[in-house]
């Protein structure tokens, strides 16, 4: 959507709304002035990465706590262009236990904590601004370190379910590969809203209309266009403009009372009131060109219903003390199979680490759910 902020400055042009929070694999954890833990928002990257990448990286990361703890480590990652280096994570975050006087495993602990607070806070922000209870919504973590610490964090925000996919590693190639063609366009034109100023904004998108047939016709697509037009208006006298969906009958029939009684019932769903005496401003029009991305296929496979035969057991340190727990490979979890947390589910993309009190089950289409025990 459009208000948007870029720092300090918003942004007024279309654009898709993500919020990033500034903790991840890479966040180096390190000791301040006053003797505090701290987690990033300092960043190992990819190169030199984390400690236990043995590509140089000496500082500790959240991805060498997972390690330390024994999350991580088990397997091949990165479809096998990564081997994990224990000692060197071990060292990496030994070093930092030194400083703060606490045993090795206690410290790595103790930076997951303060990365998954960290998230949980921006997380439980972003939810007060758009008004929804995160407990109606399930958590679908990807990427290679979205399931590291995502079902972690839906613990702490008090969700009932995650959902990983088959792959989390590709799932945003994936969408780019699915996803509809859009092109958004947009012409200023201020201009009082009456009968006499309609052919204005008329020719305005029809003129945006072939600038979008042509963008979708040089971006290779050439199936059915939608498009969808709105325009940005206000009261006379005020600052800010609300983004109005018009119907493109009502240009065709020179209906600006339609448009009129749009803009009152998109403002009273805004502010709560309206006012139908007052003088009508019309700032900007704008047309997004839609064609549509490949129809996805996801087969359904048979359900077995059986618990999972763990591939081996490892100990792992969850928090309190060092338990043996099982480790699962995905290729072999099959529709339908059960098992319960703590567990370690290692595949070539990703490894999930699914902590206790959890029930996890596979379904038809592979993707991996976890329900958190009430």
């Known amino acids: 959507g459009t208000g948007e902020l870029i720092g300090e400055f918003p942004l007024h042009i279309p654009s898709v709304s993500v919020s990033s929070i500034g903790v991840g694999g890479g966040s180096i954890a390190s000791v301040d002035a006053q003797g505090v833990l701290r987690v990033g928002p300092e960043s190992a990257g990819s190169t030199p990465g984390p400690a236990c990448y043995g590509r140089g990286g000496e500082r500790p990361t959240v991805t060498d706590a997972m390690v330390v703890c024994g999350w ?6 990165a479809y096998g262009q990564l081997r994990i280096d224990t000692g060197l994570a071990h060292r990496a975050v030994g070093e930092l236990a030194a400083q703060l006087g606490r045993p090795v495993e206690q410290t790595a602990q103790a930076i997951l904590d303060i990365a998954v607070s960290e998230m949980f806070v921006e997380v439980e922000k972003l939810a007060s601004r758009a008004g929804v209870d995160l407990r109606d919504f399930t958590l679908m973590p990807f ?3 979205g399931p590291m610490l995502g079902a972690f964090l839906a ?5 009932k379910r995650v959902m990983a996919p088959r ?3 590709v799932v945003s190639a994936l969408g780019g590969l699915v996803a509809d063609l859009r092109g958004d366009f947009i012409r200023t034109i201020f201009s009082p809203l009456s009968g006499t100023s309609l052919p204005t904004i008329r020719g305005a998108f029809e003129t945006l209309a072939q600038e979008g047939r042509e963008w979708l016709a040089a971006q290779g697509h050439d199936g059915a266009a939608q498009l969808n037009l709105s325009c940005d208006m206000r ?3 005020q600052s800010y403009e609300i983004e109005v969906v018009l119907s493109p009958e009502w240009l065709a029939d020179g209906n600006a009372a339609a448009i009129e009684q749009a803009f009152h019932r998109t403002h009273e769903r805004l502010y709560d009131f309206h006012d139908p005496d ?3 401003e019309l700032v900007n029009v704008r047309l997004s060109a839609v064609g549509a991305g490949p129809k996805l296929s996801f087969p359904e496979i048979d359900m077995v219903d059986a618990p999972a035969i763990p591939a081996r057991r490892l ?6 003390s060092v338990e043996t727990i099982d480790l699962h490979n995905r290729q072999t979890l099959a529709p339908g199979s059960t098992f319960h947390g703590p567990a370690v589910v290692v595949q070539e993309d990703t490894t999930f680490a699914i902590p206790a009190g959890t029930q996890a089950r ?3 289409h592979l993707n991996l759910l976890l329900t958190f025990a009430e």
């Open 155 to 159: 613990r702490e925000l008090g969700m």
């Open 72 to 77: 991580l480590g088990h397997s091949e990652m």
């Open 167 to 169: 792959r989390p590693g």
């Open 143 to 145: 990427g290679g370190g």
């Open 235 to 237: 009261y006379i006298g």
């Open 315 to 320: 100990p792992v340190y969850t928090g309190v």
């Open 278 to 280: 007052g003088e009508i």
């Open 362 to 364: 596979v379904d038809r």
